[in-house]
């Protein structure tokens, strides 16, 4: 291979990494350069996206591979080994004096690093962690770094890995064991998932031990998360809410992602060749939320799924899909429900609901009171009752009465 | 009328002091000027200036603290009502102190907007905000340009000065700058644009990575105009790359397509392999649990002709392979008949699993429901992408129904060829179980002849494709 230029090496290197949807700056500890010596770089808790691209994804971290020559050959991967595609090699320096160099100008929140497997696991879990090594103790950088971790590496380059990195993952790639014998043949799930239990013992044990000692290590202080990749293989909507439902039950992790296959240069054969809606991805992650945020269960999203094959509606949110086939529960009266049932309305978010909850206590609520907390009341007040509104009977067809005619009451009351 | 002057735009200490003072003094909210500086005072020619004394037996009062953290945010907002708005709501809160919960009134509502409004200016200048190096004699100093829309640069120095505390960097702005040295924190005046460096060395570099970090098959332009509204882009040197990353998008991904399209070729065989493999473990519908194993398609990998059933039957499900039952025994021989080679075609269901009922030893055909139909579609479209046949035959309403999406009358439609969804021409005909099911004998041949002349007329039609 030719020596390439570091903007050429950058160029294929963000490409390669392009497809890994996680890319989150968030859920760290809060770290500051202010009075310190040496080094650069804090984090506040909240990620920063510092760009958006086309595609509209944050660009909040520098997403690179340190190389994206690999010895496996996943079909869905487009640095598989059988793949044409041209290939390079960063050396962890160049790494290292890169991530440094767009912080500075404040481009990016850290480092989000990744590797094809070169040699062996071993040997690229070593490379990672030298990159997040020499940032932290050579450089002092207090930025935010996220690691990918290769499953079968040894376990003390994880401990490692989780010293100096903010947040770990490893993807599980594919919902389904017969879609990951068939697109990645050479990874095994239950190795997977192994390593993933390893990463949350570690987190919990060190957590555990800096409740006692605040100046105990830590490990990966903004947690893990995984991605799976959607459309690839058989897996329907259902499969892949339960996968993900367990993985956060089994495994602690703070976010799973849902990754959209698309298509990629040089597609291996074995690979489906179109690629589902992107509003499917965007459905899942709703879904997600109603799991972690709203207080369903996974038997409530698998009923907002179609009951034969399994997927939720494309043309509509996960919750309407749920509202839609539990009728029965709705309307709900804003002045009197309580917080669960609320949260159940379609179109009511967290804040909207927390913001009916305090004013309530207040005075009785009207639509139009209703209508200052969220996007649109139009959409949701088939679904309410209010002081002031009541809807005619939620039919097949979403009917809605129209508001009660104001000046009519006034001239009653004249 | 009372005329308060603020020293700044941002002074919200002397807002806090001047409220406090004009609540005691009894002012109602619509008698207070608020002005920023000295502006003209003629025009307030019958306003009195400073707060005026206490009124006799006012008591001092607190707020409640979510009202303070409030008032401190919005207070940095441009609109010029600010300073009035949150000493109305002041004075509410003075006799209501618990008012501040109702976040659906109206005056409480456009305050938090504006709140919301100037942290998200503020999250937005921590966020795209670029420095850009230049060498002085003392070392190098990262230096910005940047135009808020509130009056938040102040506010925002904390978090450059937590970043950045070891570089030396200067942020110039229309309001004021600001100069970092690496110990403390200085003001200047406003700054221009052409004040702060117009190129950087990392540019190039930092462009790449974002020219290449996006991916061309998601175009979403929509939710990055939400994020990245366009008035941020002028200082953004990776904006400039938008329009052509746009234009261009379109044309890789299509590219992407075709060459994905036209590899499959190769080793078509290899993927239906995989394909096979995969589908044995479907359990996409409830349909796998009684059923003895998935009944895959069969035959070449490049087949011109597909033949497209309903499910596989009793028999079938045992074997493990298409049309071997008492169906596909009919079905052979009226290909015979017809002169069609039936090695040269792919066979294949639109269902994968036997369907049936138990009925005490046997097992009774069972149609398939329209929602196990459209899971098994997930198989038959995957097929079909990588067999490309020329023709397809849909044997019978199901297989209809599941090719073309819609439900289908095989006595109307038969006869003539349907344009499927991926271009695909299909031909629509009987199942072989419906003559299998004929009581009388003349009808059954009469049926018999009429679905091997649609066999024929299929057969012509591929030697016309196919050439
Ligand atoms: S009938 Fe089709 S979709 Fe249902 S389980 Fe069998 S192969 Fe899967």
Same mark, same amino acid.
């Given at each position: 291979?030719?020596?390439?230029?570091?903007?050429?090496?950058?160029?294929?290197?963000?490409?390669?990494?392009?497809?890994?949807?996680?890319?989150?700056?968030?859920?760290?500890?809060?770290?500051?350069?202010?009075?310190?010596?040496?080094?650069?770089?804090?984090?506040?808790?909240?990620?920063?996206?510092?760009?958006?691209?086309?595609?509209?994804?944050?660009?909040?971290?520098?997403?690179?591979?340190?190389?994206?020559?690999?010895?496996?050959?996943?079909?869905?991967?487009?640095?598989?080994? =059988?793949?044409?595609?041209?290939?390079?090699?960063?050396?962890?320096?160049?790494?290292?004096?890169?991530?440094?160099?767009?912080?500075?100008?404040?481009?990016?929140?850290?480092?989000?690093?990744?590797?094809?497997?070169?040699?062996?696991?071993?040997?690229?879990?070593?490379?990672?962690?030298?990159?997040?090594?020499?940032?932290?103790?050579?450089?002092?950088?207090?930025?935010?770094?996220?690691?990918?971790?290769?499953?079968?590496?040894?376990?003390?380059?994880?401990?490692?890995?989780?010293?100096?990195?903010?947040?770990?993952?490893?993807?599980?790639?594919?919902?389904?064991?017969?879609?990951?014998?068939?697109?990645?043949?050479?990874?095994?799930?239950?190795?997977?998932?192994?390593?993933?239990?390893?990463?949350?013992?570690?987190?919990?044990?060190?957590?555990?031990?800096?409740?006692?000692?605040?100046?105990?290590? @830590?490990?990966?202080?903004?947690?893990?998360?995984?991605?799976?990749?959607?459309?690839?293989?058989?897996?329907?909507?259902?499969?892949?809410?339960?996968?993900?439902?367990?993985?956060?039950?089994?495994?602690?992790?703070?976010?799973?992602?849902?990754?959209?296959?698309?298509?990629?240069?040089?597609?291996?054969?074995?690979?489906?060749?179109?690629?589902?809606?992107?509003?499917?991805?965007?459905?899942?992650?709703?879904?997600?939320?109603?799991?972690?945020?709203?207080?369903?269960?996974?038997?409530?999203?698998?009923?907002?799924?179609?009951?034969?094959?399994?997927?939720?509606?494309?043309?509509?949110?996960?919750?309407?899909?749920?509202?839609?086939?539990?009728?029965?529960?709705?309307?709900?009266?804003?002045?009197?429900?309580?917080?669960?049932?609320?949260?159940?309305?379609?179109?009511?978010?967290?804040?909207?609901?927390?913001?009916?909850?305090?004013?309530?206590?207040?005075?009785?609520?009207?639509?139009?009171?209703?209508?200052?907390?969220?996007?649109?009341?139009?959409?949701?007040?088939?679904?309410?009752?209010?002081?002031?509104?009541?809807?005619?009977?939620?039919? &097949?067809?979403?009917?809605?009465?129209?508001?009660?005619?104001?000046?009519?009451?006034?001239?009653?009351?004249? | 009328?009372?005329?308060?002057?603020?020293?700044?735009? &941002?002074?919200?200490?002397?807002?806090?002091?001047?409220?406090?003072?004009?609540?005691?003094?009894?002012?109602?909210?619509?008698?207070?000027?608020?002005?920023?500086?000295?502006?003209?005072?003629?025009?307030?020619?019958?306003?009195?200036?400073?707060?005026?004394?206490?009124?006799?037996?006012?008591?001092?009062?607190?707020?409640?603290?979510?009202?303070?953290?409030?008032?401190?945010?919005?207070?940095?907002?441009?609109?010029?009502?600010?300073?009035?708005?949150?000493?109305?709501?002041?004075?509410?809160?003075?006799?209501?102190?618990?008012?501040?919960?109702?976040?659906?009134?109206?005056?409480?509502?456009?305050?938090?907007?504006?709140?919301?409004?100037?942290?998200?200016?503020?999250?937005?200048?921590?966020?795209?905000?670029?420095?850009?190096?230049?060498?002085?004699?003392?070392?190098?100093?990262?230096?910005?340009?940047?135009?808020?829309?509130?009056?938040?640069?102040?506010?925002?120095?904390?978090?450059?000065?937590?970043?950045?505390?070891?570089?030396?960097? =200067?942020?110039?702005?229309?309001?004021?700058?600001?100069?970092?040295?690496?110990?403390?924190?200085?003001? @200047?005046?406003?700054?221009?644009?052409?004040?702060?460096?117009?190129?950087?060395?990392?540019?190039?570099?930092?462009?790449?990575?974002?020219?290449?970090?996006?991916?061309?098959?998601?175009?979403?332009?929509?939710?990055?105009?939400?994020?990245?509204?366009?008035?941020?882009?002028?200082?953004?040197?990776?904006?400039?790359?938008?329009?052509?990353?746009?234009?261009?998008?379109?044309?890789?991904?299509?590219?992407?397509?075709?060459?994905?399209?036209?590899?499959?070729?190769?080793?078509?065989?290899?993927?239906?392999?995989?394909?096979?493999?995969?589908?044995?473990?479907?359990?996409?519908?409830?349909?796998?649990?009684?059923?003895?194993?998935?009944?895959?398609?069969?035959?070449?990998?490049?087949?011109?002709?597909?033949?497209?059933?309903?499910?596989?039957?009793?028999?079938?499900?045992?074997?493990?392979?298409?049309?071997?039952?008492?169906?596909?025994?009919?079905? &052979?021989?009226?290909?015979?008949?017809?002169?069609?080679?039936?090695?040269?075609?792919?066979?294949?269901?639109?269902?994968?699993?036997?369907?049936?009922?138990?009925?005490?030893?046997?097992?009774?055909?069972?149609?398939?429901?329209?929602?196990?139909?459209?899971?098994?579609?997930?198989?038959?479209?995957?097929?079909?992408?990588?067999?490309?046949?020329?023709?397809?035959?849909?044997?019978?309403?199901?297989?209809?129904?599941?090719?073309?999406?819609?439900?289908?009358?095989?006595?109307?439609?038969?006869?003539?060829?349907?344009?499927?969804?991926?271009?695909?021409?299909?031909?629509?005909?009987?199942?072989? =179980?419906?003559?299998?099911?004929?009581?009388?004998?003349?009808?059954?041949?009469?049926?018999?002849?009429?679905?091997?002349?649609?066999?024929?007329?299929?057969?012509?039609?591929?030697?016309?494709?196919?050439?």
């Amino acid at each position: 291979m030719a020596q390439l230029d570091l903007r050429a090496k950058l160029g294929i290197l963000a490409d390669a990494a392009k497809y890994d949807a996680s890319c989150a700056s968030s859920g760290t500890r809060k770290r500051s350069s202010e009075g310190q010596a040496k080094g650069i770089g804090s984090t506040e808790g909240m990620g920063i996206c510092h760009a958006y691209a086309p595609d509209g994804r944050c660009i909040s971290l520098l997403k690179i591979l340190l190389t994206n020559s690999c010895i496996f050959d996943c079909h869905y991967c487009i640095n598989r080994k =059988s793949s044409n595609v041209r290939r390079a090699r960063f050396t962890p320096a160049e790494v290292v004096e890169l991530t440094l160099s767009f912080y500075r100008r404040n481009y990016i929140e850290g480092l989000f690093l990744s590797s094809g497997i070169i040699r062996s696991s071993d040997y690229t879990m070593e490379q990672l962690v030298e990159v997040a090594r020499s940032l932290r103790e050579d450089h002092h950088f207090r930025g935010y770094i996220h690691l990918k971790t290769i499953p079968d590496a040894d376990p003390l380059l994880i401990e490692a890995a989780g010293r100096h990195a903010d947040r770990l993952s490893i993807n599980v790639e594919l919902p389904t064991e017969s879609g990951l014998a068939r697109l990645a043949p050479e990874k095994s799930a239950p190795r997977i998932e192994g390593a993933m239990a390893g990463v949350r013992h570690k987190i919990e044990d060190r957590q555990d031990a800096r409740r006692r000692y605040r100046s105990a290590p @830590g490990f990966a202080p903004a947690g893990q998360s995984t991605q799976m990749i959607i459309g690839a293989d058989a897996a329907t909507d259902r499969d892949i809410m339960t996968k993900a439902h367990g993985l956060y039950d089994r495994h602690a992790l703070r976010r799973v992602y849902y990754s959209a296959f698309s298509p990629i240069p040089d597609a291996s054969a074995v690979l489906p060749l179109k690629r589902p809606p992107l509003i499917r991805e965007h459905r899942l992650y709703q879904s997600d939320w109603m799991l972690r945020f709203y207080g369903y269960s996974l038997a409530d999203i698998s009923a907002a799924a179609d009951p034969a094959s399994g997927m939720l509606p494309l043309d509509m949110d996960p919750k309407l899909a749920w509202a839609l086939r539990f009728r029965e529960h709705f309307p709900v009266d804003v002045n009197r429900a309580p917080r669960e049932a609320l949260l159940r309305v379609p179109g009511l978010g967290v804040k909207a609901v927390n913001g009916i909850l305090a004013a309530r206590r207040w005075r009785r609520l009207r639509l139009e009171d209703i209508a200052r907390l969220t996007r649109s009341v139009v959409k949701l007040r088939p679904f309410l009752i209010a002081e002031d509104w009541r809807p005619v009977r939620l039919g &097949d067809r979403l009917e809605v009465a129209p508001p009660p005619p104001r000046q009519q009451l006034e001239l009653f009351a004249a | 009328m009372a005329l308060v002057r603020l020293a700044a735009d &941002d002074d919200v200490e002397g807002w806090r002091a001047a409220a406090r003072g004009l609540a005691l003094a009894g002012v109602p909210a619509d008698a207070v000027h608020w002005q920023v500086g000295d502006g003209p005072a003629d025009l307030f020619a019958d306003a009195e200036p400073g707060v005026p004394p206490p009124a006799p037996g006012a008591e001092a009062f607190s707020v409640p603290r979510r009202f303070v953290e409030l008032a401190e945010t919005a207070l940095l907002h441009a609109d010029p009502e600010r300073f009035a708005r949150l000493y109305a709501l002041l004075l509410r809160l003075r006799d209501q102190p618990r008012a501040i919960e109702d976040r659906a009134d109206p005056l409480i509502r456009t305050i938090e907007d504006m709140a919301k409004a100037v942290r998200r200016d503020m999250h937005k200048m921590h966020a795209f905000l670029r420095f850009r190096a230049v060498e002085e004699a003392e070392g190098e100093r990262f230096v910005a340009w940047y135009e808020p829309e509130h009056h938040i640069v102040r506010a925002n120095a904390g978090f450059f000065v937590r970043r950045f505390s070891t570089l030396r960097w =200067s942020i110039l702005t229309p309001q004021l700058s600001l100069h970092w040295d690496g110990i403390s924190l200085a003001e @200047g005046p406003p700054g221009q644009r052409g004040d702060a460096p117009d190129a950087d060395p990392a540019e190039a570099a930092w462009k790449t990575y974002y020219a290449s970090i996006f991916n061309p098959a998601r175009l979403k332009t929509a939710a990055m105009l939400r994020e990245m509204p366009k008035k941020y882009w002028k200082n953004m040197p990776e904006a400039a790359l938008v329009p052509a990353l746009v234009a261009d998008a379109q044309r890789r991904e299509r590219e992407m397509i075709m060459t994905a399209q036209t590899s499959p070729a190769g080793n078509a065989t290899l993927a239906l392999e995989a394909l096979r493999e995969e589908a044995a473990q479907c359990r996409r519908c409830p349909l796998w649990k009684p059923a003895t194993q998935t009944v895959f398609g069969e035959g070449p990998a490049g087949a011109p002709l597909m033949f497209v059933g309903e499910q596989p039957g009793d028999q079938e499900d045992l074997a493990g392979h298409p049309f071997v039952g008492p169906a596909g025994q009919l079905f &052979d021989r009226a290909l015979g008949d017809a002169g069609v080679d039936r090695s040269r075609a792919y066979v294949t269901n639109a269902v994968k699993h036997f369907k049936f009922e138990p009925r005490g030893k046997r097992r009774i055909h069972a149609k398939p429901d329209s929602g196990e139909i459209e899971a098994c579609r997930w198989w038959i479209e995957q097929e079909r992408d990588i067999v490309r046949p020329a023709l397809t035959v849909a044997l019978g309403v199901t297989a209809a129904q599941s090719l073309t999406g819609r439900s289908i009358t095989i006595s109307r439609a038969r006869g003539a060829p349907v344009r499927l969804a991926d271009g695909g021409e299909c031909w629509i005909t009987v199942h072989p =179980s419906f003559l299998l099911r004929i009581p009388e004998a003349d009808r059954k041949a009469e049926e018999y002849a009429r679905f091997v002349d649609d066999l024929r007329r299929i057969g012509a039609r591929l030697a016309e494709l196919t050439g």
